[in-house]
C-alpha cells in the first residue's frame, strides 16, 4: 500500500470519524487530533483506509466477512494477534497499534497498525523498473515467502492443531463441493481433477504459517531499495502447507487472471524477472530446501483453486441475462478461463513421471 493508491472513502465504506477520534483518543497514546481518513484502492476481502493525523499515519483494516466457524469480532482480533506475533517475529509487517470490537465505533470490528511508506506494484511486470531492479524485487518476493514459511506455529504461538496434509485434504474437499455446487458445463478435465486429486494428496507433511494469496501487489517495497518492508492482505493466513502457498503465488506465470496480471509471454532475460524455474531456486536458497517434491501436485492444486473461484463468477453471472455487454463479455473471459486453466492442471498431472 502506498500513499498513490489512496482514494476518498467509498460511500458504502463511510463511517463516522468523529466517533472513530473520540475512541482512539481514548485508547491510543499518543492519538492527536485532527484526523483525516482516505481509502486505499484495489478489491480486498478486508477495506482499508489510511488514518492521517499529526505526526503519524495508521492503516485501519476491517473485514467483510469472517473466518469460517469464527464471528466477524473474533476473526478481526484473531488477525490482530497473528500480525503482532509475526511482527515480534521479525515479518515486514507494520506494527499493530489496535484492536477494537466494539461495533459502535465504525459500524464493524477493525484494527490498526502503523503505516509503512514504500513503492506498490499492482502490475507483476515491474514497470519503470530495469532488469537488474526486476530480479532483485523477485528476489526479495522470494525471501520474504521463505522467511515467512521458515517460522514454526509455536514461534508465533499458534496452535498446533493441523498440518499441511490437514490443510490439503480440507481445502480439496471444500474446493470440490464449490465446484459441484457452480458447474454450469461438464469439463472434461474438471472432472479428472474432482477424482484424481483427493486420491493423490503428498505424504509429505510439511506443516508452516500460509499467506494464502502472496503475490507481489501484497508487497511495499523500500522506496529505493529491492527490499520488502511491509506485507499486507493477511485475510487468508492459516496453517497449511508451505509448497501449497508457493504454488499459488506461482500463479502469474501460468495464468491470465482478469485484473491481476501475468507474467505469460515475456522475455525473461530481457525484463529481468526470473522465469519459474530460477524463482523456485531463489525460493529454496532462502528456504534451505535442497528441491520442491510434488510439484506438479501443488501446481495442479493451486491451478485447480483457480479454476472453482472462476467458474464461481461464472455460476453467479450465468443467474439471469448480463445487464450489460461488459458483463457478458466479462462471462465468456471467465468460461473460457475456466477450461483453460483446467486443462493446463490435468496436463501437468499427466505429464508426471
Known sequence: MAAADLTPVQPQHRFDEARLATHLAEHLPDFKTPLTVQQFKGPAASPAFMLHSPGRNLVLRKRSQPRKGSSLADSVERDFNLLRALHAAGLPI???????????????????????????????????????????????????????????????????????????????????????????????????????????????????????????????????????????????????????????????????????????????????????????????RHAARDDIPHWNFYLAFALFRVAVMAQGIVKRGSNGTPSTPAAAQALKIYSALVRSVANQAWNLIDNSD
Not at 101 to 125: C, M
Not at 127 to 142: F, S, V
Not at 166 to 187: G, K, W
Request: hydrophobic share 40%; charged share 20%; with cysteine.
Open 94 to 284: 507494520g506494527q499493530p497499534q489496535l484492536v477494537c470490537t466494539d461495533d459502535s465505533v465504525i459500524g464493524a470490528p477493525f484494527y490498526l497498525l502503523d503505516y509503512i511508506p514504500g513503492r506498490h506494484f499492482r502490475d507483476p511486470n515491474l514497470p519503470g523498473l530495469d532488469a537488474k531492479q526486476r530480479q532483485a524485487h523477485y528476489e526479495a518476493m522470494a525471501e520474504t515467502l521463505a522467511r515467512l514459511h521458515m517460522l514454526t506455529p509455536a514461534q508465533i504461538g499458534l496452535p498446533a492443531n493441523g498440518s499441511g496434509l490437514d490443510y490439503l485434504t480440507r481445502q480439496v474437499t471444500t474446493l470440490i463441493e464449490q465446484y459441484r455446487a457452480n458447474a454450469t458445463d461438464e469439463i472434461a478435465a474438471m472432472e479428472r481433477l474432482l477424482d484424481w486429486l483427493p486420491a493423490h494428496l503428498p505424504a509429505d507433511d510439511v506443516t508452516s504459517l500460509m499467506h494464502g494469496n502472496f503475490r507481489m501487489e501484497s508487497l511495499v517495497f523500500h522506496p529505493s531499495e529491492p527490499r520488502v518492508v511491509a506485507v499486507h492482505d493477511w485475510d487468508l493466513a492459516l496453517i497449511g502447507h508451505p509448497l501449497a502457498d508457493l504454488a499459488i503465488n506461482c500463479m502469474p506465470w501460468r495464468v491470465t487472471i482478469p485484473g491481476m496480471g501475468s507474467l505469460q509471454g515475456i522475455d525473461f532475460i530481457e525484463s529481468g524477472i526470473p522465469g519459474e524455474p530460477d524463482y523456485l531456486g531463489a525460493y529454496c
